[in-house]
């Protein structure tokens, strides 16, 4: 074992000066709590969206930035912080943003002077960082800086750097800035054209070195049950939002959770006949009151049963763990059962409810 003499002026030891402190001191230290530009979704650090080409990222980002500029809202109902926006839109020109501004806001009321934007700048190692080290330092209130897109800004690779570190180098500097600076940074990207049914966040296009570098990652994406944004992050809760795109008025809106939301239609039919029936029945049953093929109720039933949404009562019998009481026997419970022997769950429901 090597011999060596710790010194009284070790960093870190006289007012915790240097970079190794104490955790004795850290308990006693007050720290303000987390701000989000966005409630839930977007707080102040360097965030990542990324989603399929053409579903809307661009539409999203420049409502939430008109909202965080103008003291609005977004998503729907959701009340954004208020301050200066930088909006580096480096895939548009003029005439689109100004398309696009006037359909999320109008042109009959004035637009929000707190919203600067570009739609030029230069690469991260030709003066993009120094650039908007400079804006933020200018404005007022600096609050939200959105990268659209990340492909237009990030330096090349070296031909020395691996994959992972090119990528994490291309998020670092920005996710610097926003944490000193204590403002929002969101970088739009794009997801892998082979996707899959991997987890939303390996679809992220590039190494795990982008969201390696960036405080908070979102995915905006599309199945056959809808759009969902999913939102993982160091400072902000675990995120799977149902929402939804207007052509109409360039907005998105979040519909709830995407668990209830993107249900199939189908397997609300067998939840609600389920909740009408207000007792175990059989699948026979369920497939002559809902007209569902065979095969397709028993797949569902199989899928609801493994994500708790049914229950299974007997030897094929299914009931629903949002059920009413179950009702008692009636005297006219003889004629709950039609001709083919299938109950009139309808009939029933109404036998004890009235």
């Known amino acids: 074992m090597a011999d060596y003499e710790v010194k009284d002026d070790f960093p870190g030891d006289a007012g915790d000066s240097g970079p190794i402190r104490n955790a004795a001191k850290l308990r006693t230290k007050v720290f303000e709590p987390i ?22 990222k661009s539409w999203l980002m420049l409502d939430i930035a008109l909202a965080v500029a103008d003291d609005g809202y977004c998503l729907g109902e959701i009340k954004c912080a208020q301050g200066d926006v930088l909006y580096l839109a480096l895939e548009d020109n003029e005439r689109r943003l100004h398309s696009r501004i006037t359909k999320l806001i109008g042109d009959s009321s004035e637009w929000p002077a707190a919203f600067d934007y570009a739609t030029e700048w230069p690469r991260a190692d030709e003066g993009g960082i120094d650039n908007i080290t400079g804006w933020i330092a200018k404005a007022r209130k600096p609050r939200l800086i959105v990268v659209d897109v990340l492909a237009r800004f990030r330096s090349p690779r070296r031909k020395d750097q691996q994959p992972y570190e090119s990528d994490y180098a291309a998020i670092q500097g920005l996710q610097t800035i926003a944490s000193k600076s204590g403002i929002a940074i969101v970088i739009v990207h794009h997801l892998r054209k082979s996707m899959g049914d991997s987890d939303p966040f390996e679809k992220v296009s590039g190494t795990m070195g982008l969201s390696g570098a960036a405080d908070t990652t979102l995915v905006l994406d599309r199945d056959a049950s809808g759009v969902t944004l999913y939102g993982r992050g160091r400072d902000i809760e675990e995120i799977e939002s149902a929402v939804e795109f207007s052509k109409l008025t360039g907005k998105w809106r979040v519909l709830g959770p995407a668990a209830e939301v993107h249900r199939s239609g189908e397997r609300s039919t067998i939840l609600q006949f389920l909740i009408d029936a207000g007792e175990p029945v059989r699948i026979q049953d369920i497939v002559a009151g809902t007209g569902m093929p065979r095969n397709n109720v028993d797949q569902l039933l199989f899928k609801m049963g493994r994500d708790g949404e049914v229950i299974k009562a007997g030897r094929g019998l299914y009931t629903c763990p949002q059920r009413p009481q179950q009702y008692p026997p009636h005297k006219s419970d003889k004629k709950i059962r039609r001709e083919d022997g299938t109950l009139d769950f309808n009939f029933a429901a109404r036998q004890w409810w009235n």
Do not use: E, H, S
Not at 35 to 56: E, H, M, N, S
């Open 35 to 56: 701000r989000y530009v966005v409630p839930g979704y977007v707080a102040d650090g360097c965030t990542i969206l990324a989603g399929r080409p053409k579903i809307g």
